[in-house]
């Protein structure tokens, strides 16, 4: 049975993120996930904008579900994890404080009832039975070992976001918020080898990606070390930030930390896809700017490739 | 010399209209900085910090780099046993700072904060290459990322054109009008 989700690609997956954009809605196409674009969606506001007015940090994703539930939406799918926060933290921070909760409505002038759920895809993929996972599979990708990034606002706070507990009724015990293992076992289930490590939800400092370039440096670094020292080929993220430090800041880090660094930075969309049996082009995999020299050619040398 | 600590009630009253969160439940086991990836650039840990917001050392706080150093990574406010919402009490802290014009001891994240909410406010939706010349307008670091810039361009991973919508652009700017209103009768 299809189901039906609105879909907020946010502003990343307009720009820098188009890969993720395309490989989602092409493996959402092949589990029968509808998703229906919310028309007319605006900026979540993002750090900037929490960082300096709570109302308006509020008022723009209410915005975006108040648009959503126009569209007669129940449920909306977010693939960037801070805009997903974002909107955990509205729709949480107008359940609990009644006037800011006023306030917003009047802002955003809407009836905005507040039914609606808002999911990761991890966590709308998670929800289908492995078989159904496992059945799509019509290509094994066995010469990659990978580990999955979550960063840090995936799961954090889990008061907060309730991350995979927050899209079942009844609510479940949901992810770890330390170590989950949504992601990792998504990608097991498609044939991807998925590697353990560390450093899975620490912070690559993905807000100050344009001014404090510094910090992203000292934090990317030690995740693409660790995810190296467990003889990763590859990291999985599943959230625009989370791929652009570690994607674009490899040059720089080699140049500072006199190392060699050259892992490419793939979303789990983008390894699900091939393992679906799209081509390496379809997935765009030569967006990034990190050489995906491993995947470039995946369905290409059959002899290396079992289909 | 003892130095007389002087606590700035009003302050303290500043900060709890901001945010309800209460920084008197913390027991200064310093869980928070501990695990806070930012802590090696700050000047006050993020422990240290609630403490002086405690004893009501609003100059100090307000003039520490701690909380525009702080990427909003919820770490503290998840480990945190005693339930302190250190990253709300970061958001507000810069939010004070601001209102009450103290120079930012680290500028370059103010100047990013506020090209990108124009951006949005003018284009409803973030327009990464309009942000970056914004950026470099204001704080005058003109080949800071060029390089990137350039291969980001080739990829196709930034739009030369902003993309414009008249009813988009309406709503956001509505809607900043709107908060900044509702800010200015809250602060009367
Ligand atoms: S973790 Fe909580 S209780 Fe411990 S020092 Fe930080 S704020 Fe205080
Ligand atoms: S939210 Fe800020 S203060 Fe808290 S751990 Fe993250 S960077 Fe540190």
Redesign the pocket.
Known sequence: MTAKYAYYPGCSLHSTAVEYDASFKAVAAKLDIELEEVPGWVCCGTSPAHSTSHLLSIALPIKNLALAEAAKATQMVVPCAACYSRFKFALYDMHHDQKIGDEVKEIVGSSFQGNIKVLHPLEVIAKLPAAVLKENVKRQIDDLKVVCYYGCLLTRPPKVVRFVAGGQTPPEAGDDVEYPTTMDKILENVGINVLDWSYKTDCCGGAFALSETDAVLTLTQRILKNALEVGADAIVVACPLCHANPDTRQAEINAKYNTNYNMPIYYFTQLMGLAFGYSPEEMLINKHLTEPALLRNVGKEQSRMSW | METAIMPDAGFLKRLDNEIKVNVN?????????AGCPMNYAMDLT??QL?HAIRLGLKDLVLNSKTMWLCSSCQT?ST????E?D?ARVMDAVKIIAVAEGVKPQVPKVIAFNKATLRNIKWFGRMYELGLICDLKLRTLEFFKDLGLGVRMLRKGKLKLVPSVSPGRTLATMSIFSRVSNKEGQTKK
């Not at chain 2, 439940?25 to 900085?33: D, F, L």
Request: net charge positive; with cysteine; aromatic share 6%.
């Open positions: 439940a913390c027991y200064q086991c310093g869980k928070c900085s993020p422990a609630i503290c480990r945190c046993p005693q302190v250190i």
